[in-house]
């Protein structure tokens, strides 16, 4: 892994953190906004950083990521159940907005990220592989990232970084 001195440490260091827990892969395209629970996240490369994320075949977010050609990833705290239940409907109609009444924080793509998520990837789309299995594999070249981090006290030091 680089040192903390690299270029892209802001965005590393939130891809650093994606092995555990449940996040949301989003995506906007011409007022369309749609996202999904993934719960295979992983680093790919550091040179250039690079990481996966699949997400069930068919899932109406896939029209949206072709269109985009960009995503976000974004973690759900464990405490943040409704939001968790919003996303992980397969089925939810497209007519409606997922995002409405979410206060975002977008980073440089557009892709939606709520301003809750301490953790958050903005990618453009690198590869996408159809496994022929029931689900499908995006590689996203990161873009910028955050990561929100508790410090003393309760305060909150956030690293953002755009990468590139």
């Known amino acids: 892994m680089p040192n903390a001195g690299h270029k892209f440490s802001g965005a590393l260091k939130a891809a650093e953190q994606l092995p555990g827990g449940h996040f949301v892969m989003s995506a ?55 939001m968790s239940k919003k996303f992980d409907d397969p089925v939810r109609p497209r007519s409606g907005d997922p995002f409405d009444g979410l206060v975002l924080e977008p980073l440089v793509t557009g892709s939606p990220i709520p301003a809750s998520s301490g953790l958050a990837l903005d990618c453009e789309i690198f590869r996408h592989l159809d496994l022929e299995a029931d689900h499908e594999l995006y590689i996203g070249r990161v873009l910028a990232g955050r990561a929100r981090e508790s410090e003393a006290h309760g305060a909150t030091r956030q690293d953002a970084m755009r990468v590139g």
């Open 28 to 82: 906007a395209y011409e007022g369309r906004r749609a996202g999904v629970v993934t719960r295979s996240v992983q680093l790919c490369a550091t040179e250039p950083l690079l990481i996966s994320v699949t997400i069930r075949c068919g899932h109406w977010i896939s029209s949206v990521l072709r269109d985009s050609r960009h995503f976000a990833i974004w973690r759900i705290d464990a405490s943040q159940r409704l």
